[in-house]
């Protein structure tokens, strides 16, 4: 008996250790990219030229010119360590900040706003539970399957028409209306229990009561999870300010980093560390209320 629990512990614990060593390489292979951009953004200027000056054509002297597809030699432990290029994105060139703001400016209004409206809805969606009201959210989902490439070229007409295109407008605004976050919300809040609402209504609480007093608070997992889904996606989001806005000091961060030449590669990899600061903080900050919202579906567990 006793060698038999003693085969059961030793299988259990190969298991593990299995496991864990699955996951610990899924998670190293993840977090490399992003520790390989940190650590190469204090190389100096000739170091990243003679490891990365193959992708960008060069022959590690500065020399060369387009994209050639050749293998980049990864380091990651730079042999010198410069800050140089940090002093020169945040000092000395404005318009890597300018460009870091512009991000700040069309982001933050997105979510806020997109929320706010999506709040609404999702509350309209969940207590109007008719023949119409469902077909009002089969046409919510039907939008939002539908490609963002399809959807992009009448929002410029639109725009267009209201005479908003080359302003942050043209991109706030439809944003701001975007169903992703109305059809999440909607699926949350409709499962709330039933029996909490009409508790609150018998009490006297009117719509208005109910959605800000019971909805909103059993919903606020879901509404952090959202928000921070829509950070990251509308943060890192290129096509729209390269449709909807002509003057390149109106471009995002975003668009930066997506036109990167062999001139600025020497300070591809501090923009990209400043690019990513604000998404992994988001994470951080709401990581459990993340992971509480994707495993929750509704106001109890």
Not at 19 to 38: G, K, R
Not at 72 to 99: F, G, W
Not at 210 to 237: G, Q, R
Request: charged letters at 15%.
């Amino acid at each position: 008996m006793k060698r038999i629990k003693g085969k059961r512990k030793k299988r259990n614990f190969i298991q593990k250790a299995v496991l864990f060593l699955i996951v610990a390489l899924f998670a190293t292979s993840f977090a490399m990219p992003i520790l390989l951009t940190i650590t190469n953004s204090f190389m100096k200027e000739e170091e990243v030229l003679i490891h990365y000056g193959n992708v960008y054509g060069s022959n590690g002297y500065g020399e060369g010119d387009g994209y050639v597809s050749k293998e980049a030699d990864l380091k990651l432990i730079p042999d010198m360590v410069s800050i140089k290029q940090y002093e020169t994105v945040l000092l000395l060139s404005p318009e890597y900040l300018l460009k870091f703001w512009n991000s700040v400016i069309l982001t933050v209004p997105i979510v806020l706003f997109q929320i706010v409206v999506s709040l609404g809805a999702a509350y309209g969606f969940t207590r109007i539970r008719n023949k119409k009201g469902e077909s009002m959210f089969f046409i919510y989902t039907l939008l939002m399957l539908l490609p963002f490439q399809v959807t992009l070229v009448p929002n410029y007409l639109v725009a267009g028409r209201l005479g908003i295109l080359n302003t942050y407008w043209a991109i706030i605004l439809p944003g701001i209306f975007s169903t992703f976050s109305t059809y999440l919300l909607t699926k949350f809040m409709r499962r709330i229990p039933v029996s909490l609402i009409e508790a609150a209504r018998l009490d006297g609480a009117g719509e208005w009561g109910v959605f800000t007093k019971i909805c909103i608070p059993l919903c606020k997992s879901a509404i952090v999870s959202v928000a921070i889904l829509l950070f990251i996606d509308y943060w890192s989001m290129v096509e729209p300010p390269l449709i909807m806005l002509s003057e390149e000091a109106s471009y995002p961060l975003s668009v930066y980093l997506s036109t990167i030449n062999q001139g600025e590669i020497t300070l591809a990899f501090a923009v990209a560390v400043i690019y990513m600061v604000p998404a992994i903080f988001v994470i951080l900050y709401g990581e459990d209320y993340l992971i509480d919202g994707i495993s929750c579906y509704g106001g109890t567990k």
